[in-house]
């Protein structure tokens, strides 16, 4: 992928929710991370996700997943697709994340949104997800090592503020 990974940000579902639900962090988030030049990037299963919500979940997470999707052009969130190998890799390394039970295992989505930020070459995931902000930093960190992978840490959008104010 092109660009800086320094200023790119990948995106979880919930932060795009928090978005689509007009929550103020999010949208300040947002501003002041595109201001200072970062690009905010959708994991491929974030993207099915909201697709699914969109169209099978309930009220009002449809309303949102639904608004998140038309409204990601304009937000200047950009979805991102990786290849068949790369996906590969991706589900291998959440499929490792249940077994050493960091993610409980009907989180696989996150765990799988987990896994393709470091394969694009992402440091950082977004999220307002309990289920991976609670992850054992050492133990995430050990695990992409023995994946082989660089690391991507899930970070709070209200943390990340905090940092650059």
Request: hydrophobic share 45%.
């Amino acid at each position: 992928m092109a660009g800086n990974p320094k200023k790119r940000l990948a995106l979880d579902t919930d932060f795009l929710l928090d978005l689509a639900e007009g929550k103020g962090f999010a949208h300040d988030f947002k501003e002041l991370f595109q201001g200072r030049g970062y690009d905010l990037l959708v994991p491929p299963t974030a993207s099915g996700e909201l697709d699914v919500l969109a169209t099978y979940g309930g009220e009002p997470q449809r309303s949102y997943a639904a608004r998140a999707l038309e409204k990601l052009p304009a937000w200047g969130c950009q979805p991102f697709w990786l290849s068949s190998t790369h996906l590969a890799i991706a589900e291998q390394f959440s499929n490792r994340l249940m077994a050493l039970r960091l993610i409980p295992e009907d989180e696989w989505n996150e765990a799988m949104i987990l896994g393709e930020t470091p394969v694009a070459d992402i440091p950082v995931l977004v999220t307002s997800d309990k289920h991976l902000l609670d992850i054992d930093d050492n133990e995430l960190l050990l695990a992409f090592q023995e994946a082989d992978l660089l690391p991507a840490r899930p970070a709070h959008p209200k943390r990340l503020l905090r940092a650059l104010r």
